[in-house]
């Protein structure tokens, strides 16, 4: 078990990654910014493992983050590894819905 960064909380077990963000509301581009940093040494250490991100403290995102999370699913793909996003506050979810995201991302 590891911490990346103070804005989430990165767990690493045998064939799996488990990531979940601190903040309630993930609204800034330097949120953002430092997210994908932390993410990318996340992913690198991941490997071909799944990596969930639990989203049980999210109560708000900016489409910033959904960029980010479809980056982040590229990745994990490319690695043959998998995603999956878990833990979403029903308006959250409702942004996945509408964009469509849901058909992209394992969400439970």
Request: aromatic fraction near 8%; proline fraction near 0%; hydrophobic fraction near 40%.
């Amino acid at each position: 078990m590891g911490q990346e960064a103070s804005r989430m909380k990165v767990e690493y077990g045998i064939d799996v990654t488990f990531v979940t963000f601190a903040d309630e509301r993930i609204v800034d581009e330097e949120q953002i910014r430092e997210l994908k940093e932390s993410f990318e040494s996340v992913i690198e250490r991941n490997q071909d493992k799944k990596l969930i991100i639990n989203f049980v403290n999210v109560k708000f995102m900016t489409s910033a983050l959904l960029g980010l999370l479809v980056s982040i699913h590229k990745k994990v793909c490319e690695r043959d590894g998998q995603l999956q996003l878990r833990n979403m506050d029903a308006n959250i979810r409702k942004i996945f819905e509408i964009t469509r995201l849901t058909k992209i991302f394992d969400i439970s």
